[in-house]
């Protein structure tokens, strides 16, 4: 007997399900399948799966669910989603840094009695291999991922949250680009670029026109099929720039938003000023709590507790005016939200603006899809999903991750013109 690993490609995006068979065993052996690979800082993630093969020796991870492993159930891709850091005493967060949209290699080994008996490796990517790059720095900072030969492409503008950077968005950008978008990367603050404001407060609403503006007037972009997607404080921005300008947008899809302007967030002494201006304005906001400290490595707990002292302690008249008026929104609008979300109670929040538009009559097709058991950071399929919740798993996270995803591409691919 010859026992191997086969893959149905050795080259996928990182979206892509997983084919991986195992042949040329004896008829119900069990064997160990285990896999590696590193995260952009360079240390080591595992899975492993034991599997016993069928009455002719072969084991298809299409439909088998190991008998023990780092996953249960049957999922092709549970080996990848599964992974845990190898070493725990690192310095680092127990969370997979990806930092880039560099691919990354996957191998996997097929052990028999703890002995490797045969190795695999698949590359994972962001992009397709026709994908360029383009560093924006004018008047607008950012990464514009599309297809180099294509044209009339629709776009997508993609903005991240409260971290900054470009961290969630042009991975997100990136892997858009493999499905036909132009995805613009959009980043609007961030401490280590010094043309762009170092803390997320009085962000001008109008440098987001700038980048739609931007996208209209390149050739090989449809100027007339441009959405905006964001998550968290991005989700926020997303439905804000919406309100103002719609109908220049397609659809707008924000992960965990919400329904209210915040105060803006600064790591330094606590100033309270808003998130956004429009026309030097600045927009009404909820004001935080005035011993509210943010830190970067604060208990995700603790960002939900300030968020909901700053909803409870608000009147009702400056809940009002802080309120996003969605219903001003005439393009459809994808909500995705956690019910265990860490930030702010994105699940109430989104099924309130569902209710605004339908009391309101809205005329267009707009959705919410919520996760009971899933937080606030959503992220790409068929990598450790990241963990901010002590009652959410990570085989649901995945599963969020993935159905969200989806929802997504189809919500995208529904409304382009």
Known sequence: ?????????????????????????????????????????????????????????????????PNEGSYTGCD????????????????????????????????FYLLIEEKIKYKSEVQINFTNSDTEQIVVQN????????????????AVIVVGGSTGGLFWTEQMAALLSSKGYAALALNYFDVQNDNLPSELIEIKIEYFKKALDWLKSKPEIDKNNISIMGISKGG????L????????????????????????????????K??????????????????????????????????DNALNSATSKQLDSARIP??????????????????????KMCRDMIQNLEENNNPYQSKHLNFCNM?????????????DHPSVNVQNAASANKKAWEATLNFLDKHTN
């Open 375 to 387: 937080g606030h950071t959503f992220f790409l399929p068929n990598i450790p999903p990241m963990i």
């Open 326 to 347: 969605i219903e001003n929104i005439a393009c459809p609008i994808l909500m995705i939200s956690g019910e265990r979300d860490t930030t702010w109670p994105s699940s």
């Open 76 to 107: 092709p891709n549970g080996l990848l989603w599964s992974m845990q850091i190898k070493d725990s005493n690192s310095s680092f967060p127990p969370i997979f840094f990806k930092m880039s949209t560099q691919s990354h290699k996957v191998s």
């Open 241 to 272: 720039f919406g309100s103002f300008f719609s109908k220049h947008l397609t659809s707008i899809i924000t992960y965990v938003p919400s329904s209210h302007v915040f105060e803006g967030i600064s790591m330094e002494v606590h100033q309270t």
């Open 274 to 307: 808003s998130s956004w201006t429009y026309k030097n304005t600045p927009i009404e906001f909820v004001q935080y709590p005035s011993n509210t400290k943010f830190s970067k490595n604060m208990n995700p707990i603790d960002i939900r507790i300030i968020h």
């Open 1 to 65: 007997m010859n026992p191997k690993i086969t893959l149905s490609s050795t080259n996928q995006l990182i979206d892509q399900s997983l084919k991986l068979q195992i042949t040329g065993l004896k008829p119900n052996q069990q064997v160990k399948i285990q896999a590696e690979m590193k995260d952009d800082v360079k240390r080591t993630w595992h899975s492993f799966g034991i599997f016993t093969a069928d009455y002719e020796g072969n084991i298809d991870l299409d439909t088998t669910a």
């Open 236 to 239: 926020e921005l997303s439905l």
């Open 139 to 154: 008047s607008i900072v950012g990464k514009l991922f599309k297809s180099k030969e294509k044209n009339n492409l629709p």
